[in-house]
């Protein structure tokens, strides 16, 4: 393979600046720059040179020797001065070797061609870069770290233990053989089918960890959701006025509550007669509070906003600065009751990421889905007597498969690219 090289920091002044290089010919071109290269795995302060002699940067100099690296190939790391000009002058001399400029993600695609990742730790990194509440950090961590991928080889060795055991007794057919499988098989395949699924019904939740919850702030005009939102936010994220109808798109703003990511939305307030310009306002905000993971409605008791309350949903009443009644209330220009309403905002949510399961992406989830529908029919093919043996043998095969492609065993050659457009330049 080519040997790769590229900026793996961001791209500007920074204390420090990482180059990595990455392949057959890191070595030599590491010592071509440097000089001799520290023992692998062991740190060394080395000139980094031209080839002119000039010294460029005074740099920690790292090696690798695969397949004891990242990438599972031998690799250079140069930890340098972040200075601009330094950066361009090094990945200018790199230029001029026998290595190039490395693609996005092509660190990452070596190590999953070398087995140092699978698939699913691939799309872990992708999340862990992108992450920013702790909440995201740890769901990335947890793939990344190959605990998801584990419980997956568990499935399948199950399945595979299912699977021999149908087919030997297909093989022995025509002899008489005393063993009923069907107890074992039935309980393997029950094990994974209840974990595959009580997963795939936590991924609405591990999914909205990953990409961040919705919450809508909800009421009529003048009940104070826009000064809500600016005091939640710490920020005049909204236009805040005495008129109403001020609100007339949906305004976002996105946050961390105790680690967990959330987008506030301010809706437009709901009432009847706006004109034209509100009224597509209000359209908006029904369909977007319709759509959220949590609303909080903004409301006297007794009030109808034609918005379906859900079990979990908030209910404060406005203007608490001013109230005399003893109802939960809320204001955002004091600030009484704001904190107590973020806290129950963040226990919803935290409640419900209890239940995130293990998978985290669309393409994870539709595998598992499938791969239940044939443990399904496997089941009941068994159920139906060694004649039907052999399609819940298939079948078995078939979830097994699938399996497979969710940590990227076959059949995934199509998604690699999608999956590592992505990536920056030094991943």
């Not at 309980?187 to 609405?204: I, K, P, T, W």
């Amino acid at each position: 393979m080519d040997t790769i090289f590229a900026l793996a920091t961001a791209q500007g002044r920074a204390g420090v600046a990482v180059i990595r290089i990455s392949g057959p010919d890191a070595f030599d071109i590491g010592m071509g720059l440097v000089g001799d290269l520290p023992a692998p795995r062991r740190t060394g302060v080395r000139y980094v040179r031209n080839s002119a002699g000039e010294v460029l940067d005074e740099a920690m100099v790292l090696a690798f020797a695969g397949p004891a690296s990242f990438t599972g190939e031998d690799v250079v790391e140069l930890h340098l001065h972040g200075s601009i000009a330094v950066v361009q002058a090094i990945l200018k001399e790199l230029s001029q070797s026998t290595a190039r400029i490395a693609d996005p993600g092509e660190f990452t695609r070596r190590a999953l061609d070398n087995d140092k990742l699978d698939l699913l730790q691939v799309e872990a990194l992708g999340d862990l870069i992108s992450a920013e509440t702790e909440m995201q950090r740890q769901q990335a961590m947890r793939m990344l770290s190959g605990d998801v991928s584990q419980k997956i080889e568990e499935w399948r060795a199950q399945l595979i233990r299912a699977a021999a055991l149908i087919e030997a007794t297909i093989d022995f057919a025509d002899e008489d053989v005393p063993v009923d499988v069907s107890e074992e098989v039935q309980a393997l395949l029950g094990s994974v089918h209840s974990d595959m699924e009580r997963n795939v019904q936590g991924y609405a939740t591990a999914e909205r960890v990953r990409v961040g919850f919705e919450v809508a702030i909800v009421g009529r005009p003048n009940t104070g959701k826009s000064t809500l939102l600016n005091n939640i936010a710490r920020r005049e994220a909204a236009i805040t006025s005495a008129q109403a109808g001020t609100t007339r798109d949906i305004i976002e703003v996105r946050m961390d509550l105790n680690g967990l990511p959330v987008t506030i939305l301010d809706t437009a307030g709901l009432r009847d007669g706006a004109d034209d310009v509100e009224s597509k306002g209000i359209e908006r905000a029904v369909e977007r509070a319709t759509a959220a993971d949590l609303r909080i409605f903004i409301m006297e008791p007794g009030e109808d906003l034609g918005i379906p309350h859900l079990t979990q949903d908030i209910v404060v009443a406005p203007m608490a600065d001013t109230r005399s009644d003893n109802l939960p209330s809320v204001s955002g220009k004091t600030g009484e009751g704001v904190q107590r309403l973020v806290d129950d905002v963040t226990a919803v949510l935290s409640d419900r990421v209890q239940s995130a399961g293990l998978v985290t992406h669309e393409r994870h989830r539709r595998a598992f889905v499938s791969s239940v529908q044939n443990l399904n029919a496997a089941s009941r093919s068994v159920g139906n007597g060694p004649d039907y043996y052999d399609i819940a043998a298939e079948e078995v095969r078939t979830a097994i498969r699938e399996l497979e492609v969710v940590i990227g065993r076959v059949d995934v050659e199509n998604l690699l690219g999608e999956i590592f457009s992505s990536f920056c330049l030094g991943k």
